[in-house]
């Protein structure tokens, strides 16, 4: 069964960083490519950042690219997702799942809020 569970969100200000993570479970996570989302409120969740298996490469959307990196350790199945000078427009529910440019899986977590307020 896969499991996705993300943490690390929380109130920040703008111009501050945050760390997400990503646990996995259930699946081979080193076969497969990972990828960041996010869902603010009213909208579509949308991709924001992809890695390929074993970290080769990384794509950002281009609302984040410059200010966010996406990493992934595979020894311990997790997905992280660093986040630098964030804006209030950053402010979303943010989720992993599987694939690069795309969500692959079905299954969603719970997701993480992150706020950009003062």
């Known amino acids: 069964q896969v499991q996705l569970v993300e943490s690390g969100g929380g109130l920040v200000q703008p111009g501050g960083s945050l760390r997400l993570s990503c646990a996995a479970s259930?699946?081979?996570?080193?076969?497969?490519?990972m990828s960041w989302h996010r869902q603010a409120r009213g909208e579509e969740r949308e991709w924001i950042a992809g890695i390929s298996t074993s970290g080769t490469n990384t794509k950002y959307a281009d609302a984040v690219k410059g200010r966010f990196s996406i990493t992934r350790d595979d020894a311990q199945n997790m997905v992280y997702l660093q986040m630098n000078n964030l804006k209030p427009d950053d402010t979303a529910v943010y989720y992993c799942n599987t694939g690069y440019s795309q969500a692959l899986g079905r299954a969603w977590g719970q997701g993480t809020q992150v706020v950009v307020s003062t």
């Open positions: 259930g699946f081979t996570f080193s076969v497969f490519a």
